[in-house]
């Protein structure tokens, strides 16, 4: 196991920027991969738009995952109907059997897939509702797992304004499954610190991460801002923890790489964004209405399109990889510091 650092000493993120001549790639004709888990042995995972994932094997081949691909995914024909209909896995997580668990945000349910492909439906509504945006799902030490909803509007598209808070989070533990937490800007990935003491929420549409103290049981509270309330230009969407305390996050439609300090001072790592492109989502966002679909499937850069997530890998856990929404590969690059292994890691 990787050793967890204390949040003392100079802190290996200040100062450094990614060196974009040293970003590699892995992965070939990838559809989607907004998630991506990574294992010891160099294996990865990524979510994929066919309705499964994709896994890529460390000499660099590759297999879909399905019980059936689905091919509505298209971008250069229809980007309306790729990005919001259809079966869109999105964040993964492995149980504690090693299987895959799938938010899929396409299906408005959680879905359970073995490594073989077979699929079942774990979670579609709570509280006799339909559960919504699906949106990412995470387990912890203890074999709890957490579950974000971003909101029940349809398409989420519609949601993507500052005036909108109906994403909560499900925890399901031994005790079944319920809501802990509601009242989130659409709630995007969600992490928990080293000891497992706070629960970090993504507010995409709030452009900024909150986090709540975690009980004994499960239970959320002394919800507070983490860092600064405006994280700057695109929106935050997934985050993750590196072994010194910082946290990364991943700003979609700008293609900012970001990490808040244990301090909460927020650093800007990489910006592969397109200024024309970001400034026409910058001025639509701020009317409080929807943005238009053409406006969203118009940013990017050319890294990986969409930044969405970051996940740590590689055998030191040094190797920081980028999920891209609209992405055909994944890039990767080495941190100066090591990520925080999620449960599954074992090494």
Do not use: C
């Not at 890529?56 to 091919?71: C, V, Y």
């Not at 897939?113 to 699906?134: F, H, N, P, Y």
């Not at 024309?276 to 238009?292: I, L």
Request: glycine letters at 10%.
């Amino acid at each position: 196991m990787v050793a967890i650092l204390q949040a003392r000493g100079p802190n290996p993120l200040i100062g450094w920027t990614v060196d974009r001549a040293a970003i590699r790639y892995v992965g070939h004709d990838l559809q989607r991969p907004e998630s991506i888990l990574a294992e010891p042995d160099g294996t990865l995972w990524s979510a994929d738009a066919r309705g499964g994932v994709m896994r890529i094997n460390p000499d660099g081949s590759q297999q879909l995952i399905t019980q059936s691909a689905d091919q509505h995914f298209d971008l250069s024909a229809d980007a309306s109907t790729s990005l919001l209909y259809g079966t869109l896995p999105n964040g993964l997580a492995f149980d504690a059997k090693g299987d895959i668990l799938i938010s899929n945000f396409g299906t408005d349910r959680l879905e359970l897939m073995t490594r073989t492909g077979s699929t079942k439906i774990l979670l579609d509504e709570i509280d006799g509702q339909a559960i919504g945006k699906v949106n990412f799902v995470m387990r912890d030490r203890k074999d709890r797992i957490w579950v974000t909803v971003s909101t029940k509007v349809n398409p989420w598209s519609d949601a993507i304004r500052p005036d909108i808070s109906d994403g909560y989070i499900i925890l399901i533990d031994q005790k079944g499954s319920r809501i802990v937490a509601d009242g989130f800007a659409f709630t995007n990935e969600v992490k928990l610190d080293a000891n497992e003491e706070w629960l970090y929420i993504a507010e995409t549409s709030g452009n900024r991460v909150s986090r709540m103290r975690v009980g004994p049981d499960g239970s959320l509270s002394d919800r507070q801002v983490h860092g600064p309330s405006n994280l700057g230009r695109g929106l935050i969407d997934g985050i993750t923890f590196d072994a010194y305390g910082n946290l990364w996050g991943a700003m979609v439609f700008a293609d900012r790489l970001i990490a808040i300090t244990p301090e909460g001072e927020l650093l800007e790592l990489l910006d592969d964004g397109i200024k024309e492109t970001t400034d026409q989502f910058e001025a639509e966002f701020a009317t409080g209405k929807p943005v238009r679909i053409e406006t969203l499937a118009a940013t990017g850069g050319t890294i990986a399109p969409w930044f969405a997530s970051i996940t740590f890998g590689g055998p030191d856990v040094d190797t920081a990889y980028i999920g891209g929404l609209k992405a055909t590969s994944i890039p990767y690059f080495k941190s100066p510091v090591a990520g925080l292994p999620l449960a599954h890691w074992r090494s």
